[in-house]
């Protein structure tokens, strides 16, 4: 274990420390959170793998920063390959985790003057809320999901045991699943190459750490999401604090781990109000050559304007990324491709009038707090989950079925955009952002939140 810069004087407010797991989609709501609760005057020590670790160069100030693990080989803790090693790099990430973490964790204990610490612990690592409840730390869980996700994973076991998952042939695919409205069984086949053992085994473990904490804080709000976080809230049995959009109230944490292409907000600024489509599919999902030609040519014979970010791991099985022949003279001064975008930025761009996303949970509440209307092409793990509820509940976007071919990409770029159907979401996603920046106002239901997470924290047993 190695720790970083030194503490400074304890005394006064309670130290929190954050671990967040290390993935973008993970990393940017824990920092979120830091950045809350700093502002909240909390002292705060970020705890990270030297895997994914935040850029030194950008780290805010006053905050602590300590390595967890700093001679564990990274390649033990990356992924590779298909989602299926995703699964199992979040079990060994615990895994490899677990000892370095309890050597930091003695070592900041002993540090520590006056009230111990609490811990802030992604709900993916529960191995490390195991060592923490061993050494007398108390622990919130924070979920990085939606609360409609882990509702569905609270949910997981007793479908399991019915038998009802996993579906057994294909014709079950479509059953809706009893309480879990709009939820059909396919939405809970989490990814075609994860076996449902492992499956389980994630979700038993995400179940477990929110149930064993001293509270679980979740991304999202409660206009959003309100009788899922009730039905939390009633089978949980612990505190619950919705306290998003976290990105809307931590304004300025930085925590991209690729440098973003800025050059993409002034060719927005160029573009007329609401004409672009934005397409990104966050950090993980990759897509395969015949894909990326297919999106390529779907989008340019679209004829609308067009953002793509295409990261460069993003194409299965190629180092290189290799555009389509005649694609860029097609697509010339109207559509632009970078390989990461400041996309919270580009999302509240007034030119943005769309976003084809794979609904990760940061991209998915990111459109609706800027009003964006989706289209949706969900890969893996709660995506579909997600998808399911913008196409169903809150109709602010639809999912792109079927084969990822040119034919239906442009048909759905032009119905967002050029079908009253398409109007109808974006109306209906301009009066959710209303609502989300209603519950982020002083008195808001998110602010609200926030005062009770603080007083929990405060209130902790040491
Ligand atoms: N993101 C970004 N630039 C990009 C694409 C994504 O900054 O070009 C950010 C995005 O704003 C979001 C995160 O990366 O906060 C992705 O998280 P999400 O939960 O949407 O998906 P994941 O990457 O976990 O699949």
């Given at each position: 274990a190695s720790a970083a810069n030194k503490a400074p004087a304890s005394g006064?407010?309670?130290?929190?420390?954050?671990f967040p797991l290390p993935f973008q989609g993970h990393i940017n709501p824990m920092l979120q959170l830091a950045a809350v609760l700093h502002a909240r005057g909390l002292r705060v020590t970020v705890l990270h793998s030297a895997f994914n670790a935040p850029d030194p160069t950008r780290r805010p100030v006053g905050y602590r920063f300590v390595t967890v693990g700093a001679s564990v080989p990274i390649a033990d803790l990356v992924p590779t390959g298909s989602h299926g090693n995703f699964a199992e790099a979040l079990l060994r990430i615990n895994e490899r985790l677990e000892t370095p973490f309890e050597d930091s964790l003695r070592e900041l204990l002993l540090e520590e003057e006056g009230a111990p610490p609490c811990l802030v612990v992604d709900s993916n690592l529960r191995g490390m809320q195991v060592v923490a409840h061993r050494l007398g730390v108390p622990t919130l869980v924070l979920r990085t999901g939606a609360a409609a996700c882990l509702l569905a994973y609270m949910a997981f076991p007793a479908l399991c045991d019915k038998g009802v998952l996993p579906p057994q042939d294909h014709l079950q695919l479509n059953m809706q699943l009893d309480g879990l409205h709009p939820l059909r069984q396919q939405d809970m086949v989490f990814s075609a190459t994860i076996p449902h053992e492992t499956m389980s085994t994630l979700i038993e473990r995400i179940v477990e750490s929110s149930m064993c904490s001293s509270g679980v804080i979740i991304n999202t709000f409660s206009d959003l999401e309100e009788a899922e976080l009730q039905k939390i809230i009633d089978g949980m049995g612990v505190p619950v604090y919705?306290?998003?959009?976290?990105?809307?109230?931590?304004?300025?944490?930085?925590?991209?781990?690729l440098a973003?292409?800025?050059?993409?907000?002034?060719w927005l600024d160029k573009q007329e109000v609401g004409s672009?489509?934005?397409?990104?599919?966050?950090?993980?999902?990759?897509?395969?050559?015949?894909?990326?030609?297919?999106?390529?040519?779907?989008?340019a014979n679209s004829r609308m304007p067009f953002l793509w970010v295409i990261r460069p791991d993003s194409v299965q099985g190629s180092g290189k990324i290799a555009l389509p022949d005649g694609f860029e003279e097609e697509a010339r001064g109207r559509g632009m491709v970078v390989s990461w975008a400041p996309q919270q930025e580009v999302l509240g761009h007034q030119a943005v009038g769309g976003f084809w996303t794979h609904n990760g949970w940061n991209s998915t509440l990111e459109s609706i707090s800027e009003g964006v209307p989706m289209?949706?092409?969900?890969?893996?793990?709660?995506?579909?989950?997600n998808a399911r509820y913008v196409q169903e509940?809150?109709?602010?976007?639809?999912v792109l079925e079927g084969k990822m071919d040119r034919d239906n990409i442009q048909r759905s770029v032009k119905k967002l955009f050029c079908h009253k159907?398409?109007?109808?979401?974006?109306r209906r996603a301009n009066n959710l952002k209303d609502k989300a920046t209603q519950c982020i106002k002083k008195g808001g239901s998110s602010q609200t939140g926030i005062d009770l997470l603080v007083n929990c924290i405060m209130a902790l047993p040491s």
């Open positions: 006064g407010a309670r130290r929190v420390l954050l919705a306290i998003g959009p976290l990105h809307k109230i931590s304004l300025g944490a930085q925590s991209s781990l973003q292409d800025r050059t993409c907000l002034d672009v489509l934005f397409v990104s599919f966050g950090s993980l999902a990759s897509m395969d050559q015949e894909e990326l030609l297919e999106t390529a040519w779907g989008l289209i949706c092409r969900p890969h893996f793990g709660d995506q579909m989950i509940v809150w109709k602010i976007g639809f159907e398409g109007g109808e979401m974006r």
